[in-house]
């Protein structure tokens, strides 16, 4: 297991010839999981909308118009009664997603708490994404039962100020090191297809494999091009730059689960499966990712099927 990765590195593993790529890939991915087992979480936005943030991938961020309908925050109990069903359909890790640039303090803050406890109480892993949280906030969450906390740093620090102006990559490390302090599990990654160079993909591969230790969960996500964002006419991504970034991922970071986040739905099954191959073990499942489309459960459920995968127990690592 190593930390002290060097760019040049990365870039050399990434450049490596696909079929030798994904085949060494394989190869770690054995030595540090099961091989025919794909960890299942679901997402639910918990706060929709009128984020202060200006991603410029994010239909939530208030400077664009996408169409999304803001809500509040949802009430605790519908949220958990969700977590329920999931957990019902064989779902070991639910996630809660809230478009904040801060989690915020007082009432709204005490009732993501409620979830928090509500969810872990069902035995499932409980994983929230709430904006930038400052070290007592983690704590809380830590107290309450939260397993994992997902703060993504989305591209290489070259990149970032073309992507967001209304934060810095320095202040998304800081709350990854205050959720590290409080024991929480880190869930972090990235996305492809941004009008990045490729060169951006290896600086974001080569921050998250020099973090100590590794982001447990490290979710690679595909752009989904939303109609009302500035990156909506970005040119498609080839599927083969998300299998050569997985691949890339589980050689640098070999215990990590890597999820094959959101883009899935612009993925074919055949695609999906070299992802799989490239050490991909874990998805989002569910008809919708936040605001975006994913395939839906049947769809899904029939994949795992067809490649002979089952989905891993809760709290299995
Ligand atoms: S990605 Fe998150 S922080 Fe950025 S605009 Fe969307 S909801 Fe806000």
Known sequence: MRHDWKREEVAEIYRTALPELVFRAQTVHREFHEADRVQTCQLLSIKTGGCPEDCAYCPQSAHYDAGVERQGLLDPQHVIDVARDAAARGVTRFCMGAAWRQAPEGRDFENVLEMVRGVSALGMEVCCTLGMLNEGQAERLKDAGLTAYNHNLDTSPE??????TTRVYEDRLKTLAAVRKAGITVCCGGILGMGERETDRIGLLWQLATLEPHPESVPIN??????????????????????????TARILMPASRVRLAAGRKQLSAEAVTLCFLAGANSIFVGEKLLTTPNPGPDEDEQLLETLGLKPLESHAV
């Open 159 to 164: 990149f970032y100020g073309s992507i967001i």
């Open 222 to 247: 595909m752009l989904v091009r939303v109609e009302g964002t500035p990156l909506a006419s970005m040119p498609e991504l080839s599927p083969l730059e998300m299998v050569r970034a997985i691949a």
